[in-house]
């Protein structure tokens, strides 16, 4: 399979529950990001990750806490969230410079109740 | 803080016309932009790019134009197709970050009309 692929494509989870989102690129990149898309905000940027070695973080809750154990494969842990965290999370990776821009999954809608 | 800005939410336009979408950024060490479309349950996808050193670039029916003195770039579409109704967000990089970090806009709905 080519491509970011993310799953699941939809979930629901209580506030209380712990779940995980899994991304998987196969494109030979060495970067993989995570953003979080709420309704008429810009993406923003979570994590990011360069070779598995966590690179930056974007001041996110540690109630969100990724994993990316090999350069295709990144999972985002979540638990205890919030309402407020019901959003898209879009997973990408890239290439080394910036000619190559993202490849994006298409994204898990995740809702908190 | 929000570098790149897309101020207009939405645009509706006529199938045939010209679509222009227009983006703003603050962050004077950018130095190479690109626009990516995005469809209802998709992840957004490449449309299209320039480099700092262009002040245009066309690919087909998209041509993007920068004006680095006024920190501004748009794109324009023509002719407009109703398969180009989307979400369009602008992203911008720093020729620093060697692995293309981008900062994103809030995107624009384009809605194209028969």
């Known amino acids: 399979e080519t491509g970011v692929t993310q799953t699941p494509r939809h979930l629901v989870m209580g506030m209380t529950n712990k779940k995980s989102l899994k991304c998987e690129q196969h494109?030979?990149?060495?970067?993989m990001y995570w953003y979080k898309q709420s309704a008429k905000k810009p993406l923003e940027l979570m994590f990011v990750y360069n070779f598995k070695e966590q690179t930056e973080n974007n001041s996110v809750p540690s109630r969100f806490s990724p994993e990316c154990p090999n350069s295709s494969h990144l999972f985002l842990h979540l638990h205890t969230l919030q309402p407020e965290d019901s959003a898209l999370y879009l997973c990408?990776?890239?290439?080394?410079?910036?000619?190559?821009?993202?490849?994006f999954g298409s994204g898990t809608r995740l809702t908190v109740v | 803080d929000q570098q790149v800005k897309q101020n207009s939410p939405s645009l509706s336009v006529q199938e045939g016309r010209i679509s222009i979408l227009n983006c703003d950024y603050t962050?004077?060490?950018?130095?190479?932009f690109l626009w990516y479309k995005k469809y209802p349950a998709e992840g957004p996808t490449f449309l299209i790019s320039i480099s700092s050193i262009k002040d245009k670039n066309e690919d087909g029916r998209f041509t993007v134009f920068l004006n680095k003195s006024a920190k501004h770039l748009s794109l324009h579409i023509v002719p407009s197709q109703p398969g180009d109704s989307a979400v369009y967000f602008c992203a911008a990089s720093e020729a620093t970050d060697s692995w293309g970090k981008l900062q994103f806009g809030a995107g624009t709905q384009v809605v194209v009309t028969p």
């Open positions: 990408a990776s890239s290439g080394a410079g910036t000619i190559f821009g993202y490849t």
């Open positions: 494109l030979g990149h060495n970067a």
């Open positions: 962050n004077s060490m950018f130095d190479y």
